[in-house]
């Protein structure tokens, strides 16, 4: 008898144990399928609501080109809701423009998309039978492009360059050029005002470049090493080369631990 009693006991543990489990994984299902609900509710809110059509477009680091330029080049239309935009295709868009080396394009709820603009940095013009602007890591930039006037920048020449595999936008594979404009991001640095008196560089043989000073012309002829120190040197020099030559043709500092100055020919009849 005591045993049938345990037994039923038994049982009736066992069923309630099964009814409570029954009830959680009921409730899991109702919380499981609640979320989802919710879920999908907030997707359609977000991706219908009039709320969040697109007012404003807000644009930072902007140097050459204009609010309305990075407008018309991303595509976006106002009342066109935020949630709905493709950030990574407005993106692609607007680094196609020759003047956006990168764009990073995010939401700002309830109605904006922010756009922070990477402009490429224009340090030279080049001459490859076309004139074209040219960024420290050799991309080629249109002139004309913007309306921002001529820079006081020299001009790169005497480069053997295949014209037809020019394109603007994109790089020039060219050690002589990439030697050049690293010299030139390392001189602009060290010595600001000796740069702006650079009106031309030209390569030389044997890893050497050739400056054509603004005004009288001068031509210095120097490694394409060592810029900071090359710039030093030439300051310290200068008082006593035209001390010494009233009107050089040009200064020589290809040799190592002396300089080479040329004079102007004279002038026939």
């Given at each position: 008898m005591n045993r049938q009693k345990k037994k039923t006991k038994a049982r009736k543990k066992s069923q309630r144990g099964q009814s409570k489990a029954r009830g959680l994984w009921i409730a899991l299902l109702i919380l499981a399928t609640g979320s989802t609900l919710a879920a999908y509710q907030a997707a359609t809110y977000f991706g219908q609501a009039s709320y969040f059509g697109l007012k404003a477009i807000e644009v930072d680091g902007l140097r050459r080109l204009s609010g309305e330029d990075v407008r018309v080049a991303s595509g976006l239309a106002a009342g066109s809701n935020i949630f709905?935009?493709?950030?990574?295709?407005?993106?692609?868009?607007?680094?196609?423009?020759?003047?956006?080396?990168?764009?990073f394009v995010v939401r700002k709820p309830?109605?904006?998309?922010?756009?922070?603009?990477?402009?490429?940095?224009?340090?030279?013009?080049?001459?490859?039978?076309?004139?074209?602007?040219?960024?420290?890591?050799?991309?080629?930039?249109?002139?004309?492009?913007?309306?921002?006037?001529?820079?006081?920048?020299?001009?790169?020449?005497?480069?053997?360059?295949?014209?037809?595999?020019?394109?603007?936008?994109?790089?020039?594979?060219?050690?002589?050029?990439?030697?050049?404009?690293?010299?030139?991001?390392?001189?602009?640095v060290a010595d600001a005002e000796f740069c702006l008196n650079v009106a031309g560089i030209q390569p030389m043989s044997g890893a050497s470049i050739r400056l054509q000073m603004a005004g009288d012309g001068l031509e210095v002829r120097l490694p394409v090493n060592e810029a900071a120190h090359r710039l030093r040197t030439i300051r310290e020099l200068m008082p006593r080369v035209h001390q010494s030559h009233p009107d050089p043709a040009y200064i020589d500092l290809r040799y190592a631990g002396q300089m080479v100055v040329g004079k102007k020919k004279a002038k026939s009849g």
């Open positions: 709905a935009i493709d950030l990574d295709e407005v993106a692609q868009r607007l680094e196609a423009m020759y003047w956006i080396k990168r764009a309830p109605n904006r998309i922010a756009v922070d603009i990477v402009e490429h940095r224009q340090v030279a013009w080049i001459d490859l039978g076309q004139t074209y602007g040219i960024t420290p890591d050799g991309v080629l930039l249109p002139v004309g492009s913007t309306d921002v006037p001529p820079r006081n920048l020299p001009v790169i020449s005497g480069l053997s360059v295949r014209g037809d595999s020019l394109q603007p936008g994109v790089a020039v594979s060219d050690s002589a050029l990439l030697a050049i404009l690293r010299w030139w991001e390392e001189a602009t």
